[in-house]
């Protein structure tokens, strides 16, 4: 049986999209690719409310934030940790031998913007990295809030791992001054994961310009002069595949409506916040949780496994608590092209297999 995924990527692909993916291949150096990618760009500009420039990567949203941190530090980098994902961050910059600092939020809550301005007063740091939205923890950052102290020290790089909420919430990329910004297409943007996408600035190549060691495949500077040199050209092969799908896509979200999509979103997490509140509660901080998905906090002690196992048997499946918070919490997606009536009959069925 065909599950219906309730789960923080990826998610459910539709018919039409999934076709897409199989259209006939072109060549990756012609003219037809260049005006694919290009397309892309415009449009992804659109959804990012930006004029920075455009670029693709055939990798995961990790390899962009691998990407990000290590092209673009010169002294030392501040991450800033809500859950997994932020500490993803962290060791992919230790990993690659850039010099970085974590620092971690309580999961459930939020980095603060005092956390942030004490950070940054320090003027140790020329690179800062911010999770938008933690799927671990259910927590939505207070973005426009730390933007505006990030705004006070105009030489930091900004990154922002926007990888579970562009596309299902508004990310003014240019008002909040980002100047890398990364998602991928597995989750809120409603494609097959593959294939991740992000927003950089000018003062962001100019910082990689003066980093010497960038790595090999996740060199910004290296894909940025490639797509201005030889007109939205890439230095490695890329998904024409993911390109093809996300291009057709994009003009399904546009011709939605951005605020529309946004609207129907923050409807479902609503729905969902209030279920969790009445039948078990909430993991994260009310005012910081997320519209994208919900983390729930096991207070009836269930077994998630259990449960996963009887709602495959109606054709659904939520997740399990990340990691540590594996049976303490589960999981319930929001995202990409899920309507708030699925997400009631999901609720609905909950409801019926614990009798609550």
Same mark, same amino acid.
């Given at each position: 049986?065909?599950?219906?995924?309730?789960?923080?990527?990826?998610?459910?692909?539709?018919?039409?999209?999934?076709?897409?993916?199989?259209?006939?291949?072109?060549?990756?150096?012609?003219?037809?690719?260049?005006?694919?990618?290009?397309?892309?760009?415009?449009?992804?500009?659109?959804?990012?409310?930006?004029?920075?420039? !455009?670029?693709?990567?055939?990798?995961? #949203?990790?390899?962009?934030?691998?990407?990000?941190?290590?092209? /673009?530090?010169?002294?030392?980098?501040?991450?800033?940790?809500?859950?997994?994902? #932020?500490?993803?961050?962290?060791?992919?910059?230790?990993?690659?031998?850039?010099?970085?600092?974590?620092?971690?939020?309580?999961?459930?809550?939020?980095?603060?913007?005092?956390?942030?301005?004490?950070?940054?007063? @320090?003027?140790?740091?020329?690179?800062?990295?911010? +999770?938008?939205?933690? @799927?671990? @923890?259910?927590?939505?950052?207070?973005?426009?809030?730390?933007?505006?102290?990030?705004?006070?020290?105009?030489?930091?790089?900004?990154?922002?791992?926007?990888?579970?909420?562009? #596309? #299902?919430?508004? !990310?003014?990329?240019?008002?909040?001054?980002?100047?890398?910004?990364? +998602?991928?297409?597995?989750? /809120?943007?409603?494609?097959?994961?593959?294939?991740?996408?992000?927003?950089?600035?000018?003062?962001?190549?100019? &910082?990689?310009?003066?980093?010497?060691?960038?790595?090999?495949?996740?060199?910004?500077?290296?894909?940025?002069? /490639?797509?201005?040199?030889?007109?939205?050209?890439?230095?490695? @092969?890329?998904?024409?595949?993911?390109?093809?799908?996300?291009?057709?896509?994009?003009?399904?979200?546009?011709?939605?409506?951005?605020?529309?999509?946004?609207?129907?979103?923050?409807?479902?997490?609503?729905?969902?916040?209030?279920?969790?509140?009445?039948?078990?509660?909430?993991?994260?901080?009310?005012?910081?949780?997320?519209? +994208?998905?919900?983390?729930?906090?096991?207070?009836?002690?269930?077994?998630? &496994?259990?449960?996963?196992?009887?709602?495959?048997?109606?054709?659904?499946?939520?997740?399990?608590?990340?990691?540590?918070?594996?049976?303490?919490?589960?999981?319930?997606?929001?995202?990409?092209?899920?309507?708030?009536?699925?997400?009631?009959?999901?609720?609905? +069925?909950?409801?019926?297999?614990?009798?609550?």
């Amino acid at each position: 049986m065909q599950k219906k995924l309730f789960i923080p990527g990826p998610v459910d692909v539709s018919e039409d999209v999934l076709k897409k993916m199989s259209t006939s291949m072109i060549g990756h150096r012609s003219k037809e690719a260049s005006d694919l990618q290009r397309s892309i760009s415009q449009k992804m500009m659109q959804l990012m409310y930006t004029k920075n420039q !455009i670029m693709l990567s055939t990798s995961s #949203g990790s390899g962009l934030m691998e990407g990000a941190v290590r092209s /673009c530090t010169q002294k030392r980098a501040a991450v800033f940790s809500i859950g997994a994902f #932020g500490d993803r961050w962290y060791k992919m910059a230790t990993s690659n031998g850039v010099a970085a600092d974590k620092f971690s939020s309580e999961w459930g809550n939020p980095t603060t913007p005092e956390m942030v301005d004490t950070a940054l007063s @320090t003027q140790k740091y020329d690179l800062i990295t911010i +999770t938008h939205n933690e @799927t671990s @923890t259910g927590i939505m950052n207070p973005i426009d809030e730390i933007a505006e102290v990030v705004k006070k020290y105009p030489d930091v790089i900004f990154c922002l791992d926007t990888v579970s909420s562009l #596309g #299902g919430t508004k !990310i003014e990329v240019d008002k909040l001054g980002v100047d890398i910004c990364i +998602t991928s297409t597995q989750k /809120c943007l409603g494609l097959p994961p593959g294939m991740s996408i992000c927003s950089i600035s000018e003062k962001a190549i100019e &910082a990689a310009k003066k980093v010497e060691h960038r790595g090999y495949y996740f060199d910004l500077l290296a894909m940025y002069e /490639c797509i201005k040199k030889k007109d939205h050209q890439y230095p490695s @092969t890329p998904s024409l595949s993911h390109m093809f799908a996300l291009d057709y896509q994009l003009d399904k979200i546009l011709e939605e409506g951005l605020d529309n999509r946004f609207a129907r979103h923050k409807e479902m997490a609503k729905y969902v916040r209030k279920w969790a509140q009445e039948k078990f509660s909430l993991f994260a901080n009310e005012k910081y949780a997320s519209n +994208t998905l919900t983390t729930v906090k096991n207070s009836k002690n269930i077994s998630v &496994a259990d449960l996963n196992q009887k709602l495959g048997e109606y054709g659904y499946t939520i997740s399990n608590g990340y990691g540590d918070l594996k049976e303490k919490t589960f999981r319930i997606a929001h995202m990409a092209e899920t309507t708030l009536n699925e997400v009631k009959e999901l609720l609905s +069925t909950i409801d019926k297999i614990l009798n609550l």
